[in-house]
């Protein structure tokens, strides 16, 4: 069974950082992408960052040059360092996994989510 574990979140001052951690265990397919999302109170789940097999990233314009995506191998895990945190950066952050089979077949997996609180 597929988990995803993520740790890091907490309450921070605006202009601080954090870093989020996702532990992927019990994966057996073939790893196609794995990225952050977030959610803020009354809004919908957006994208933060992704990052793909071969190790290319992607970052929505709003964090560009403050988040960085990043996977640690040994680990089995997908980092997200924040710097310069805003507190518009305040929401849920949720871990994704997506996997295909043999067949192509897409499996999408998240996390529970790791609150993030950026005060002014």
């Known amino acids: 069974q597929v988990q995803l574990v993520e740790s890091g979140g907490g309450l921070v001052q605006a202009g601080g950082s954090l870093r989020l951690s996702c532990v992927v265990s019990?994966?057996?397919?073939?790893?196609?992408?794995m990225g952050w999302y977030r959610q803020a109170p009354g809004k919908q789940r957006e994208l933060v960052a992704t990052?793909?097999?071969?190790?290319?990233?992607n970052h929505v314009d709003s964090v560009k040059g403050r988040f960085t995506i990043s996977r640690d191998h040994a680990k089995n895990s997908v980092d997200l360092q924040m710097n310069s945190l805003k507190p518009e950066d305040t929401a849920v952050y949720f871990c994704?996994?997506?996997?295909?089979?043999?067949?192509?077949?897409?499996?999408?997996?998240w996390g529970q989510g790791t609150q993030v609180t950026v005060s002014s």
């Open positions: 019990g994966n057996r397919r073939t790893l196609t992408a």
């Open positions: 994704n996994l997506r996997t295909i089979d043999w067949s192509a077949r897409e499996y999408v997996y």
């Open positions: 990052i793909n097999r071969a190790g290319d990233t």
